[in-house]
């Protein structure tokens, strides 16, 4: 956030108004609850989920028998955008960052042999929050749970995969409409069950520093007060079923700075509005340590990561924790690294005392003043989205991208030029390479099973109350009329899927393509001096001379990841090494890749995968391109890959895979490297448009 002092001293907290609050008194800087952690600790979660339902519930099962204390779902990417697993679209990435939910059945099964009565249940889930919310609810109707017995939380912060995660299925107009049907339904129907997480945790993986992180999250929430404030729903009554959701990284003091202030700005926020009750003024939140932060040389340094970023969210006073797994920027955590991870938190808990005192950094000159000037740097952004007219506006106009954008890239241009050091990757780098094991999804047996059960489902049912409940609820998005996640209960019970409820509401409102875009500069402004970035850049400089053209290369995001934090960084430092950059949408197909050649030639492709689906998608497109006369085009890839799938890669055609940490000069000069080859043409010639 801030260059640090060399210290502090009392004339730098003379005229802070809060420091007279007490853990537990408004506005709750200082945590809370007044006993906080000791009667009882923060919540011990796990972010799981990958594969089938079984194999999900195993690993809850695991999670629960190890100390975890709540569940956290993760779902597939398929799940995320509204697709059934025998989807065309969908095929590459069923079941690889998350579980796959086709229907109720899949989540009675996820949930099997789980009192849904005695364990809170967190669901990460957006995009499709109506048939995710429905099943969830359906599925413990019929184990016998009664719905004011479900405790946990739907994320249903949809504003945020506008600006950073992507996984949006319809326009903001109408999502907000969903978002805001199921914080009234669950008001009205699941009393225990939070109808809200407001995540700020995805700005900072996205590269928002954290007064940007905090000062968004706040923006989103003060939008969704405004609607559900519209509906006529109490704050006093509502405000305290609210969650957020944040990042902690390793920016330790700010971080622990940044949880403080969060607390006493959103009092702030709703006692303006009229809220009365310290109940609906207290903010209560959910951290994870940075998965950003992780690295993939020397990943068992993770492990010493993960603890510094846990202890600044317990000093910051979180309610639950999840704990990064060391190999995560490998590929998924393996269930010894889970293990690892849950058992972080409870020797915090457990073996060091950390429980015994509430804020323990309360009255620290140096913790007070950092906590005020993140309060004051927050409030400057949230005025700056002000300006653009409120936050939906900001995301229309691009605002917010291009903020986390150039913080992504300035951050990247720092450890590149070693001003932000990372033991092992640009400082103390070891010679010696450490092998870890790493998490393998038999995706095509999954995708056989799931295709096998929709088919079951679908002979089974009745389809004539299938098509009812459909129409229903497509009737019900047209005419702006009835509650969308109650008349999507009724479809899931009839047993209807989760890509038809999504059907019904597309026939209404079409699914939404955002467009793709960098800044040149973002990334380069701070290493114009940095000597191995002007070499890099020469070199661009002396292949354009000599073929009286720059290099060029086209960015694509292939299959169903929405993440696109390093596809716009990469784009952002090519550019501005001098190379001819065109940035492809997220989402993009091998045809509409092929289409974009056609139009344009290009001397290369790089290609961004952090699903786990690289194999299947890559050869997708290394077929297409030969197909169509493209087979010498150099192909480049970058994301988490783990080592053993890298050979394959390059028999596929891939000529160089780039990890997570390589320094953006390798990769300007690799890729350089490759197209001087091909240099004796102006450009890849299709042969078919001959």
Partial sequence: ???????????????????????????????????????????????????????????????????????????????????????????????????????????????????????????????????????????AEESGVPRQQLRGTIQNDILKEFMVRNTYIFEPEPSIRISTDVVEYLSQELPNFNSMSISGYHFQEAGAEPALELALTLANARAYLDQIADRGIDLDAFCH?????????????????????????????????????????????????????????????????????????????????????????????????????RNTQLILQHETGICDVADPWGGSYMMEALTQAMVNKVRGYVDDIDAQGGVIAAIESGWVRDRIHESAAQTQAATDSGRRPIIGVNRFVSDEELQSSTRQIDAESLIGEQRHRLQQLRERRDDEAVDHALAALSASARQQQ?????????????????????????????????????????????????????????????????????????????????????????AAALANAGFRVELSPLFSTPQQVLQQLHKTGFDAIGISLLSGAHLALVQELKTALDREGYADLPLFLGGVIPKEDQTRLEAIGIQHVFGPGTPMERIVESILARVALNATEPMPINIRSI
């Fill in 1 to 139: 956030m801030q260059n640090h002092k060399p210290y502090y001293t009392r004339d730098d907290i003379s005229d802070l108004p809060h420091l007279s609050s007490l853990p537990g008194e408004a506005p709750f800087v200082r945590g809370p609850f007044e006993s906080m952690y000791r009667q009882k600790p923060w919540t011990i979660r796990q972010y799981t989920g990958f594969a089938s339902a079984e194999e999900s519930n195993a690993a809850f099962k695991r999670c629960l028998a190890e100390g975890g204390q709540g569940l956290s779902v993760a779902f597939d990417l398929a799940t995320h955008l509204g697709f059934d697993s025998d989807h065309p679209a969908a095929q590459a990435d069923v079941g690889r960052t998350g579980v796959a939910i086709d229907s109720v059945e899949d989540m009675k099964r996820l949930f099997a042999g789980i009192d849904l009565s005695q364990v809170s249940v967190s669901m990460t889930m957006n995009g499709a929050v109506l048939p995710i919310m429905a099943t969830f609810i359906v599925a």
């Fill in 241 to 341: 079923r609210l969650s957020f959701f944040f990042g902690v990284g390793m920016n330790f003091f700010d971080e622990i700075a940044k949880l403080r202030a969060a607390r006493l700005l959103w009092s702030e926020e709703v006692e303006r509005r009229g809220a009365t009750s310290d109940r609906a003024k207290r903010m209560k939140m959910h951290c994870q340590t940075s998965g950003w932060s992780l690295t993939a040389q020397e990943p068992q340094n993770n492990l010493i990561r993960t603890t510094i970023e846990a202890m600044a969210a317990v000093f910051g006073g979180t309610q639950s924790l999840h704990t990064n797994a060391y190999d995560e920027a490998l590929s998924l955590p393996t269930d010894h690294s889970a293990r690892l991870a």
């Fill in 482 to 570: 009835g509650n969308l996640l109650a008349l999507t209960v009724d479809a899931i019970r009839a047993r209807a899927t989760l890509g038809e409820c999504t059907r019904a509401l597309l026939l209404s409102w079409p699914r939404y393509r955002a467009l793709s875009r960098f800044s040149p500069n973002a990334y380069a402004e701070s290493r114009r001096h940095d000597a191995s970035w002007r070499r890099a850049q020469r070199r661009v400089e002396t292949f354009s001379l000599n073929n009286l053209r720059n290099p060029s290369i086209l960015i694509v995001k292939l299959g169903l990841d929405g993440h696109d934090r390093g596809a716009r960084v990469v």
